[in-house]
């Protein structure tokens, strides 16, 4: 997967921006979510539908952060609109030897851990005043 690192920013950029995109896939299959990590690659697949990626190839740094949209057999489609790109899975997640393991755009990858729950919203503050009047009773 080949992305220069203006079209990547132009991709980051249109993210922000967009509001109206097809939604994150809601259940993303188990044996895909979690930290994946191989050669110059981290991959964190989150169980709400988001991924992601990170690529160090000869000094080129390619960093993904983007909803997943669908599974086309084992390949991850991310992105929104005509922005997306897909991730080519040649070989699924599988146990090896105690750890699992896949292969995604030529690139073995190991699962570390599994991926955090959905990233929490802040809790909303309620407000307390100690010096302010009560409400009258209507």
């Known amino acids: 997967m080949h992305i220069h690192r203006r079209n990547l920013l132009l991709i980051l950029w249109l993210l922000l921006l967009s509001g109206c995109s097809k939604p994150p896939l809601l259940e993303v299959p188990s ?13 964190s697949i989150f169980a709400d539908g988001s991924l992601t990626y990170t ?12 909803p997943i949209t669908e599974f086309k057999g084992d390949d991850i489609v991310v992105g929104i609109w005509f922005l997306s790109t897909t ?23 190991t699962r570390l ?17 100690a010096q302010c009047p009560p409400f009258p009773a209507a």
Not at 31 to 43: I, K, R, S, T
Not at 89 to 107: I, L, N, R, T
């Open 31 to 43: 044996d895909y979510v979690g930290h994946w990590q191989g050669a110059n690659v981290n991959l």
């Open 55 to 66: 690529r160090n190839n000869e000094g080129k740094k390619t960093r993904i952060n983007a």
């Open 87 to 109: 991730f080519v899975v040649s070989e699924a997640p599988h146990p090896v030897g105690g750890y699992w393991q896949m292969v995604v755009d030529g690139v073995r990858l």
């Open 113 to 129: 851990g599994s991926a955090p729950s959905p990233r929490p919203a802040p809790a909303r503050q309620k407000f307390i005043c």
